[in-house]
C-alpha cells in the first residue's frame, strides 16, 4: 500500500519539559529513514497560526538529544482555543503540504488537539511531554524523571543545612493538580511529610509527627509541599506550623523553573527517543487522535478523549510507605 504521508510537522507546546528534543530527533530521524519529509512549527499552536515553519534534516537535529527545552519553541495559546484560529492553523498546514502532524506536550496540548482532529481530517499522534507525569494512559511523561532527579539533588542540599543547623524545611516542588513529582522526590529524600493535592492536609497531623520526631531525637527535617496543595503551598504551611511550635526554627524554599530545565536523564532521553520513533510507525499505521504512552514496558496508544478526560491516580500507599519509612 502506499504512503498517503509525504510530510509530517511536529510542534512542542504547554510547559517545555527535559527530553522534548530528544523526541523531536528521534521523530525526525525515522521520518527520513521511511522517506518522509519533515517540518518543525515553531511555538506550537501559535505557530501553527502564524505559519512559523521550518525545514529539519537530520543534521537539524545533530547534538539536541542531551539540552533541555525545546529547539523549536513552545507556548500557549490564546487563539486555538478559537474556531477561528484552529481554521487558520489548518490553512497554513495545507499551504506547507503537512499531512500529518506529531504533538508533543500535555493534556491541553491534547485536549487542543483533539478539537482540531474533530473538525478537520489532518492526522495526529500525540507524545506526552510534561514534567508532571500526570496523563492518563502512559507510566511516565517525558522530563518528569529529570526533573525529580533535580528536586532531589537540591533537596541532598538544603539537607545539609537542615542537619547543621536544626532547621525544618518546607520545600515547595511543581504540581499545581498532581503530587507526582511531590511523592517520587519525597520518598527518595527521605522527607518527614509529604503534602499533596490529591490529600487533606491536616496541619494538627503534621505538627504531631514534627513533635513525635523531635521526642526521637530528629532536630532537623524537609517537609515536601507541592504547589497545588490544598494548604495553599509552602508559605502558608510553614506559618501555619510556625504558629503552633513557634520554638522550630522554620525555612520555606520554593524550588520554582529550575525543576523544568537541564539536561534530560538517560531515562528521559530513551523515552523521548522510543515515543518519538513510535509515534512517526502509528502515523505510517493510520492512527490519528492517539497519544503513545508505554505501560508496563509495552507500547500503548491511548485516544486523546481518554487521555484528557481521566489522570493518572496517584499511589496513596506509596505515600503511607513514605511516612512509614521517615518514622
Ligand atoms: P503542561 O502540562 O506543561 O501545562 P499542557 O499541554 O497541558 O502542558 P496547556 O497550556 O494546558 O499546556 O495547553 C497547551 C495549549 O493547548 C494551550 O495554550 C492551547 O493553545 C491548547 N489548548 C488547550 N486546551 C484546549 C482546548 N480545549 N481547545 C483548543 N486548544 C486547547
Known amino acids: 500500500m502506499n504512503n498517503p504521508i509525504k510530510t509530517i510537522g511536529v510542534f512542542t507546546s504547554g510547559g517545555d519539559a527535559p527530553g522534548m528534543n530528544a523526541a523531536i530527533r528521534a521523530v525526525v530521524r525515522t521520518a527520513l529513514y521511511n522517506k518522509i519529509e519533515v517540518v518543525g512549527i515553531c511555538r506550537g499552536y501559535e505557530g501553527m497560526i502564524d505559519g512559523e515553519f521550518i525545514r529539519l534534516e537530520s543534521h537539524s537535529v545533530s547534538n539536541i538529544i542531551q539540552r533541555g527545552g525545546t529547539f523549536i519553541k513552545t507556548a500557549r495559546s490564546e487563539r486555538f482555543h478559537t474556531a477561528q484560529g484552529r481554521k487558520q492553523a489548518y490553512e497554513n498546514i495545507k499551504k506547507e503540504n503537512i499531512d500529518a502532524i506529531i504533538a508533543i506536550g500535555g493534556d491541553g496540548t491534547f485536549r487542543g488537539a483533539l478539537a482540531f482532529n474533530q473538525e478537520y481530517n489532518t492526522p495526529i499522534v500525540g507524545i506526552p511531554g510534561t514534567i508532571d507525569n500526570d496523563l492518563f494512559g502512559t507510566d511516565f511523561t517525558i522530563g518528569y524523571d529529570t526533573a525529580i532527579n533535580t528536586v532531589v539533588e537540591a533537596v541532598d542540599k538544603i539537607r545539609d543545612t537542615a542537619g547543621s543547623h536544626d532547621m525544618l524545611f518546607f520545600i515547595e516542588v511543581m504540581g499545581r493538580d498532581a503530587g507526582f513529582i511531590a ?11 509529604i ?6 492536609t491536616r496541619v494538627e497531623d503534621l505538627v504531631n509527627k514534627l513533635r513525635f520526631d523531635r521526642r526521637n531525637n530528629k532536630t532537623s527535617g524537609i517537609i515536601i509541599v507541592s504547589e497545588g496543595d490544598d494548604l495553599g503551598g509552602a508559605y502558608k504551611v510553614a506559618e501555619q506550623v510556625k504558629m503552633k511550635c513557634p520554638e522550630f526554627q522554620t525555612r520555606v524554599t520554593v524550588l520554582g523553573h529550575v525543576q523544568r530545565g537541564g539536561n534530560p536523564s538517560c531515562m528521559d532521553r530513551v523515552l523521548s527517543s522510543t515515543m518519538g520513533y513510535e509515534a512517526v510507525l502509528a502515523l505510517l499505521d493510520g492512527k490519528s487522535g492517539v497519544m503513545v504512552g508505554i505501560i508496563n514496558k509495552q507500547i500503548a496508544l491511548t485516544s486523546f478523549e481518554k487521555a484528557t478526560k481521566h489522570h493518572q491516580e496517584i499511589n496513596k500507599e506509596m505515600l503511607e510507605m513514605a511516612r512509614i519509612l521517615s518514622l
Not at 183 to 193: C, H, Q
Open 183 to 193: 511523592l517520587r522526590s519525597g520518598i527518595a529524600v527521605g522527607a518527614e511529610d
Open 195 to 200: 503534602l499533596v493535592p490529591e490529600t487533606t
